[in-house]
């Protein structure tokens, strides 16, 4: 088993600054790319950040310039700084990961965190 737990989320001001934390822990083998989604009430989940095994990273138009993604290989960590945050961006957030357990290192399989929330008041 593989859990992702996030934490960090909250209620900001618009303007404000937040980080987001995700931990990847359990039968992990290896992992590769690292993400962060967000799902608004009454709209899909979308993808705000990814960042490679390597370090490279892609954000979505709507956070570029305003959130930082980063990871650290030996923690098995990712997190996003966010800041200039808009109500827009209240949504809860989502961490993902592809990871290759030790029990079948050749294979990727994606894993969720359970969501944190983020809600930003105007």
């Known amino acids: 088993q593989v859990q992702l737990v996030e934490s960090g989320g909250g209620l900001v001001q618009a303007g404000g600054s937040l980080r987001l934390s995700c931990a990847a822990s359990?039968?992990?083998?290896?992992?590769?790319?690292m993400g962060w989604y967000r799902q608004a009430p009454g709209k899909q989940r979308e993808l705000v950040a990814v960042?490679?095994?390597?370090?490279?990273?892609h954000y979505a138009d709507f956070v570029k310039g305003r959130f930082t993604i980063s990871r650290d290989n030996a923690k098995n960590t990712v997190d996003l700084q966010m800041n200039s945050l808009k109500p827009e961006d209240t949504a809860v957030y989502y961490c993902?990961?592809?990871?290759?357990?030790?029990?079948?290192?050749?294979?990727?399989?994606?894993?969720w965190g359970q969501g944190t929330q983020v809600t930003i008041s105007s």
């Open positions: 993902n990961a592809d990871v290759a357990r030790v029990a079948v290192p050749n294979t990727f399989i994606k894993c």
């Open positions: 359990g039968d992990i083998f290896s992992i590769g790319a």
């Open positions: 960042i490679s095994s390597g370090g490279s990273s």
